[in-house]
């Protein structure tokens, strides 16, 4: 059978990218979806952008929605300090063996647990069976129209705390006008927007930076 796009990716991640390197393999992943095959990573103007965020969080313990194929769990990843560590959800059973493989090439598998399924069936055991406390960092690339909903979902399982940063990709594109309702003129939410581009692209793109104030 034919591979998929995400197994070819991981085939030029494992042929090109430096193990243990975490630069190599972003550098790698960016080189192969600009050059060869449009994929839906953050990418690296937009990944910037989240490199700002993270290092202004410096969590402790970080969230992130929608895994693919490892993208941004690495470039989250190899920021965090000893103690810090990197739930990522994904629902999508093919993408989750190639994430794990690309996250040990970059030798963070230390660092990043991924958990397979629904962000929705998943945030509410976090504190239960994950023996998460609160998050200090979410990253949120999942589908677009459960970014509000799982948001509120975080709210609701106490999650949050005063200081909790959110970040949501694909506020341009393709959009994600209920997240962004709920979040702005909302007295619990400081928001801060990032005009940018869709990965790989030109067309415009952005981020949304949402602090929660408890
Ligand atoms: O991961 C998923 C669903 S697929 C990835 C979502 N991401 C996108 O759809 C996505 C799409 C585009 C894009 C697509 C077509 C275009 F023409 C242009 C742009 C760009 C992005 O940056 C994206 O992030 C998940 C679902 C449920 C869960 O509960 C969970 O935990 C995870
Ligand atoms: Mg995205």
Known sequence: ??????????????????????????????????????????????????DKIVKEAD????????????????????????????????????????????IEIAGLEDKVTILEGHAQDIIPQ??????????????????KDRYAPDTILLEQYGLLR??????????GFPGAPDFLKHVRNNEHYECTHYPSHLEYMKAPDAMEKAVYLG
Not at 162 to 171: E, F, Q, T, W, Y
Request: hydrophobic share 40%; proline share 2%.
């Open 162 to 171: 005063k200081g909790s940063i959110l970040l949501a990709d694909n506020i």
């Open 59 to 102: 969590p402790t313990v970080a969230l992130e929605l929608g895994t693919y194929c490892g993208y941004s769990a690495v470039r989250i990843a190899r920021l965090l300090k000893p103690s810090a560590h990197l739930f990522s959800i994904e629902f999508n059973a093919e993408f989750v063996p190639i994430a794990k493989e690309i």
């Open 1 to 50: 059978m034919d591979q998929s796009k995400e197994q070819r990716i991981l085939n030029s991640v494992s042929y090109n990218a430096i193990k243990g390197d975490a630069e190599s393999v972003l550098d790698c992943i960016d080189k192969y979806c600009s050059q060869k095959e449009w994929a839906m990573n953050v990418g690296d103007e937009k990944g910037l952008i989240l």
């Open 126 to 143: 976090l504190k239960t069976k994950y023996n998460v406390d609160t998050l200090d960092f979410v990253f949120l690339d999942h589908w």
